[in-house]
């Protein structure tokens, strides 16, 4: 039994576990994937945080709110604003080298203006903010003795009374499923990334910890909120660094008329890309007016694999992109202490709905609130267990998933799976991506439904335990189908636009009955949704 147990390795989870354990709690991590292969290493801008002289939190509240079009939470902006340089300064004086103005051995820190906002306020590591934060966060929660449960996968939280007891996980290595018990548990899973084709997607970015919560009756909040990346490579899951942007990159069609520029907002943006991407043979032009030496230093990680993927040069030559899915702005609904309704159950990161990002989220503030909601979460479920006594394990969930994993083990899998995800990522993307209406939505609702059924025929297609990568891909796709569930009903209800989503048949924001967060749990019946006012 630990204290505090965290699910999922990513930069959230790092740091959740770290603000636990420096509260004297016992901390394990349980991650399906090594931490350092966590998909936080892929960020490549950096974090928001009012640095700089002239710069101030309020604006930095302000230009988040500004974006998230009338749906932030005025209080969690105003607390992870606030607290945006401290966090910085703590990564800083935890290891993170980021640039400094005036080179390496500068003592300020340098900062990136990123798109939405006033002023140069991205903190960064060259284009490798994530993989730097990672590692390091790494390093440091081996330094404080965090247990560390790697390649588990959680399969299912253990509840009872109404109260987390631990979750069932299981072992890859052996294929046996286990209870890993916690007198207080933290969600960092990350986003749902594979719901959608395109998409920025990596193999575990499947929403399990959002579909865990769901499933367990936790509510989900803001999940209508869909965002895409403007510049991903075609054919790619690459995103091009917003550092691009911040130095000059423009998008153009192959006849050199700009596009989306003149847009203020980020639906209307990305929307604007879309359409030419779509005019255009599918991809729209990037370029900038960088030179070789920035393409070397300053993009040196995304330059280079630019180039093995595409062979192309990105100092001299455009790019072809379009955009793709990239965050989902909701999750598992928390307090401003990353609580969930579930007693004991705490959520953190790109799987947590905290209400910082509103309608639509600025760059930069992602990571920023990985690393906010990730500390407030570890402190407030360290506190959990400190006033908490061993609770009695909740076996019900372990039987459950022992049985569903042996029924699995012998029924077909293979290619129905593959072809059943690869159906739902263009169903999603076709019907409830960029623009959304309400006969689309309704046959997405329906045929999500009827793949729900099918996937309960399908099974992991072979008895193998250790690493049977069938039974992941099952169990992979059950979460899929359950997050995308909430994000299709949550999209059907929302009859207005408003930041990133966007419903052809309603398209003006309509603040007179649409502001509101809606919260969406699972039911028997279905998807079952309410409506909370900003901040309740
Ligand atoms: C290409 C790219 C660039 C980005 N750049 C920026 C940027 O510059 N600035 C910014 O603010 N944001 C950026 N983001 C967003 C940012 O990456 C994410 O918001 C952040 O990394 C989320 O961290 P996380 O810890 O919540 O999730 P993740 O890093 O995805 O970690 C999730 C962890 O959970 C584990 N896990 C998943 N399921 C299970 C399970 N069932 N059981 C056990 N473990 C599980 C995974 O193995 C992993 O360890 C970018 C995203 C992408 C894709």
Not at 2 to 29: F, K, M
Not at 99 to 121: F, I, Q, V, Y
Request: hydrophobic fraction near 45%.
């Amino acid at each position: 039994m630990h204290d505090v147990l965290v699910v999922g390795g990513g930069i959230a989870g790092l740091r959740a576990a770290l603000a636990a354990s420096s509260r004297g709690a016992e901390v394990a991590i349980a991650s399906r994937s090594h931490p350092t292969r966590s998909y936080s290493v892929a960020i490549q801008d950096g974090l928001n945080a009012a640095l700089l002289p002239g710069d101030a939190w309020e604006a930095h509240a302000a230009d988040t709110s500004a974006w998230g079009d009338g749906l932030c939470v005025p209080e969690v902006v105003e607390a992870v604003c606030r607290s945006a340089p401290e966090l910085v300064r703590e990564l800083d004086q935890l290891g993170v080298p980021f640039n400094r103005s005036g080179g390496r051995n500068g003592t300020a820190l340098a900062c990136l203006k990123l798109r939405g906002a006033r002023t140069a306020r991205a903190a960064y590591v060259d284009d490798m903010a994530g993989l730097v934060l990672t590692q390091t966060l790494y390093e440091q929660a081996v330094r404080a003795g965090i247990t560390f449960y790697e390649e588990w996968t959680a399969t299912s939280l253990a509840v009872g009374d109404g109260a987390c007891t631990g979750v069932v996980a299981l072992e890859q290595a052996t294929g046996e499923l286990q209870l890993l018990g916690a007198k207080a548990v933290v969600l960092a899973t990350g986003g749902p990334r594979r719901l959608y084709e395109p998409s920025t997607a990596s193999l575990h970015c499947t929403g399990d910890g959002i579909a865990m919560a769901y499933r367990a009756g936790a509510p989900l909040v803001d999940m209508e909120f869909v965002q895409y990346h403007p510049a991903v490579l075609k054919g790619q899951r690459m995103a091009i660094t917003e550092i691009a942007w911040a130095h000059g990159a423009a998008l153009a069609t192959a006849g050199g008329t700009g596009v989306g520029e003149d847009d203020p907002g980020p639906g209307a943006f990305l929307r604007a890309i879309g359409q030419a991407a779509v005019a255009n043979g599918g991809h729209v032009e990037l370029s900038g007016t960088w030179d070789a030496d920035q393409a070397k230093g300053l993009f040196y990680n995304t330059s280079y694999r630019v180039k093995q993927l595409t062979g192309l040069d990105m100092a001299k030559e455009p790019l072809p992109v379009r955009p793709a899915m990239h965050r989902l702005l909701g999750g598992v609904a928390v307090d401003a202490g990353g609580a969930t309704s579930i007693e004991g159950l705490y959520a953190a990161g790109e799987c947590a709905g905290t209400g910082f990002h509103g309608a639509a989220g600025l760059d930069g503030n992602f990571l920023l609130s990985a690393v906010s909601s990730g500390r407030a979460a570890g402190l407030a479920a360290a506190d959990h267990a400190s006033s908490t006594k061993e609770p009695d394990a909740a076996g019900g969930a372990l039987d459950r998933d022992r049985t569903r994993v042996a029924e699995a083990l012998r029924r077909p899998g293979g290619e129905p799976l593959a072809a059943m995800r690869r159906e739902l990522g263009g169903l999603m993307h076709a019907h409830v991506g960029m623009v959304r209406e309400a006969v689309g939505l309704q046959e997405a609702a329906q045929r999500i439904a009827e793949m729900k059924e099918t996937h309960g025929s399908l099974g992991a297609g072979s008895e193998g335990r250790d690493y049977n990568f069938g039974l992941a891909h099952y169990l992979d796709l059950g979460s899929l189908l359950d997050v995308a569930e909430a994000v299709v009903a949550s999209a059907h209800a929302r009859e207005e636009s408003r930041g990133v989503h966007f419903r052809s048949d309603h398209a003006a924001r309509d603040d007179a009955r649409w502001s509101v967060h809606q919260l969406v749990s699972a039911s028997e019946a279905g998807p079952v949704l309410r409506e909370s006012p900003p901040g309740a």
